[in-house]
């Protein structure tokens, strides 16, 4: 009832202001369970794609937003968990990541439609990174449920890092053919297995976003990048202060 209304108002607001375009809406299963398994340019992409599909998707969410005080938290929660999102507590690299396989098997074990990100984080550079092999890999080879890719467009350059008011322009949603993997169900216990199942779910979403592909980690991407504006800081703050030392020393000289 509440996901109903949520996504009546939130995915009809979404489709009247922005419009987005969809091709491959006949790849997504009218019953059953499916592994909706797709690149992460923002933080729109978890409305946007429930937004143009006909059954409810869940996608897995912090857990701090189902449990902040007062008015405001009680609001958060219930529009996350109005738009299908599901808590998992992520303290701890390794609990996190267990409690979210359990919530997508139970997803897909339920019937459902489970939504996962490979690339694990949002890209910071609008490329496609490395997928992950412990979640998505997993999911799939527990249940042997398909794995659809699926290929967000354009939804980063929507409201950019530091931008509050979002850019109306038409984002793009790609849904390819379902990857069937049953074949290795049981086999989650083995990285080699894993890590191919990952690699061929990755290439596909590479095909259909026209992304350029970066064989390493988004989180060791984004530390690069985080470690490097770090280090352009410095050098400016080193600069001005050796300008501002030069300068002082200049009137100095010119006083005496």
Same mark, same amino acid.
Not at 13 to 37: D, H, M, Q, T
Not at 74 to 83: D, N, R
Not at 128 to 156: H, Q, S
């Given at each position: 009832?509440?996901?109903?209304?949520?996504?009546?108002?939130?995915?009809? *607001?979404?489709?009247?202001?922005?419009?987005?375009?969809?091709?491959?809406?006949?790849?997504?299963? @009218?019953?059953?369970?499916?592994?909706?398994?797709?690149?992460? #340019?923002?933080? *729109?992409?978890?409305?946007?794609?429930?937004? &143009?599909?006909?059954?409810?998707? !869940?996608?897995?969410?912090?857990?701090?937003?189902?449990?902040?005080?007062?008015?405001?938290?009680?609001?958060?929660?219930?529009?996350?968990?109005? &738009?299908?999102?599901?808590?998992?507590?992520?303290?701890?690299?390794?609990?996190? =990541?267990?409690?979210?396989?359990? +919530?997508? $098997?139970?997803?897909? @074990? *339920? =019937?459902?439609?489970?939504?996962?990100?490979?690339?694990?984080?949002?890209?910071?550079?609008?490329?496609?990174?490395?997928?992950?092999?412990?979640?998505?890999?997993?999911? +799939? #080879?527990?249940?042997?449920?398909?794995?659809?890719?699926?290929?967000?467009?354009?939804? @980063?350059? $929507?409201?950019?890092?530091?931008?509050?008011?979002?850019?109306?322009?038409?984002?793009?949603?790609?849904?390819?053919?379902?990857?069937?993997?049953?074949?290795?169900?049981?086999?989650? =216990?083995?990285?080699? $297995?894993?890590?191919?199942?990952?690699?061929?779910?990755?290439?596909?979403?590479?095909?259909?976003?026209?992304? @350029?592909?970066?064989? &390493?980690?988004?989180?060791?991407?984004?530390?690069?990048?985080?470690?490097?504006?770090? +280090?352009?800081?410095?050098?400016?703050?080193?600069?001005?202060?050796?300008? +501002?030392?030069?300068?002082?020393?200049? !009137?100095?000289?010119?006083?005496?």
């Amino acid at each position: 009832m509440i996901y109903g209304a949520m996504k009546f108002s939130i995915g009809g *607001s979404l489709k009247l202001a922005f419009r987005p375009w969809v091709e491959g809406l006949e790849n997504i299963p @009218e019953r059953g369970p499916a592994i909706l398994a797709s690149n992460h #340019l923002s933080f *729109s992409d978890s409305f946007f794609l429930p937004a &143009v599909l006909d059954r409810k998707v !869940t996608f897995i969410a912090k857990a701090e937003y189902f449990t902040a005080p007062g008015v405001k938290g009680k609001l958060t929660a219930a529009f996350f968990k109005g &738009v299908g999102q599901l808590p998992v507590d992520r303290s701890g690299a390794r609990g996190a =990541g267990e409690a979210a396989i359990r +919530a997508g $098997i139970q997803v897909v @074990e *339920s =019937g459902g439609l489970f939504g996962i990100y490979p690339e694990g984080t949002r890209s910071p550079d609008g490329r496609l990174y490395r997928g992950k092999p412990g979640g998505l890999a997993r999911v +799939a #080879l527990a249940t042997g449920a398909p794995v659809i890719p699926v290929a967000m467009i354009d939804t @980063e350059k $929507i409201q950019p890092p530091g931008k509050v008011v979002p850019k109306l322009m038409r984002p793009g949603i790609r849904i390819g053919r379902p990857l069937d993997f049953s074949r290795y169900q049981g086999m989650d =216990g083995d990285r080699f $297995i894993l890590r191919s199942v990952t690699d061929e779910v990755m290439y596909e979403i590479m095909k259909l976003s026209g992304q @350029e592909y970066v064989d &390493v980690y988004a989180t060791a991407a984004k530390r690069q990048i985080a470690d490097e504006a770090k +280090a352009r800081a410095e050098e400016a703050k080193r600069d001005r202060k050796q300008a +501002a030392a030069s300068d002082e020393n200049g !009137t100095e000289r010119s006083g005496a």
